[in-house]
């Protein structure tokens, strides 16, 4: 079964930055598209960077210019680099894979300070 596990989550400052990875165990070259998404408390689930198989990648407004995502085929791994974080930044990230069906993993928190 595929597994998907976020990790770099923690608490950080405003303006400060923060790098998310997600592990998968396959290979990740196989995926059509994988992304990050987040959720706030009290709020819907909301795409926040994906890339596709060709490396065509998309991003929430809310993250444009700060948040740039990356693919290592070689590793398995996806990766968030977030920088000038907001207190608006805080939630609970996911990684998700896709292929037949969609994948997720456990989530992994970021908490930004003011």
């Known amino acids: 079964q595929v597994q998907l596990v976020e990790s770099g989550g923690g608490l950080v400052q405003a303006g400060g930055s923060l790098r998310l990875s997600c592990a998968v165990s396959?290979?990740?070259?196989?995926?059509?598209?994988m992304g990050w998404y987040r959720q706030a408390p009290g709020k819907q689930r909301e795409m926040v960077a994906t890339?596709?198989?060709?490396?065509?990648?998309n991003y929430a407004d809310s993250v444009k210019g700060r948040f740039t995502i990356s693919r290592d085929n070689a590793k398995n791994t996806v990766s968030l680099q977030m920088n000038s974080l907001k207190p608006e930044d805080t939630a609970v990230y996911y990684c998700k894979a896709e292929r037949f069906r969609e994948y997720w993993g456990q989530g992994t928190q970021v908490t930004v300070s003011s």
């Open positions: 396959g290979s990740i070259f196989n995926f059509k598209a």
């Open positions: 890339v596709t198989a060709g490396d065509i990648t």
